[in-house]
């Protein structure tokens, strides 16, 4: 049994799918982990490429999968659809994820900080309270008019 080189990190609310290969491509790893033992997990192994879908939390994940030594690098939804070769389930995404990553034209998403992160939340709220501002403004008009 190789070293594992790659990691493909399916993201989930509870239960997170991990798949990793070795830098010949041999499947080492294919496990369901819960929240508190994904960086027990990643603590266990040499540091190694992890690749993840981004979303919400993935900005989260991939600062504390870091901080533990290993690269970890975010790729948007859309260009990791592409490689899923079966239905669509935790074990085949965590499978294309770990496929996509390892590709050289791959764009990535870079991780956020926490300040980033809360900069683009109150830009988002700020956003939201215009929309909801507007909409009323809109709706009295009409009853007006």
Partial sequence: MGTISTIGLDLAKNVFQVHGIDSLGNILVRRRLRRGEVLRFF???????????????????ARSIAAIGHTVKMMPP?????????????AADAEAICEAVTRPTMRFVPVKSPAQQA?????KTRDLLVRQRTMQVNALRGHLA
């Fill in 119 to 123: 900069a683009l939340l109150q830009h």
């Fill in 43 to 61: 603590e266990t192994l040499p540091p190694c490429l992890v690749g993840m879908e981004a979303c919400g939390t993935s900005h989260y994940w």
């Fill in 78 to 90: 859309v260009y990791v659809k592409p490689y899923v070769k079966r239905g669509k389930t935790d």
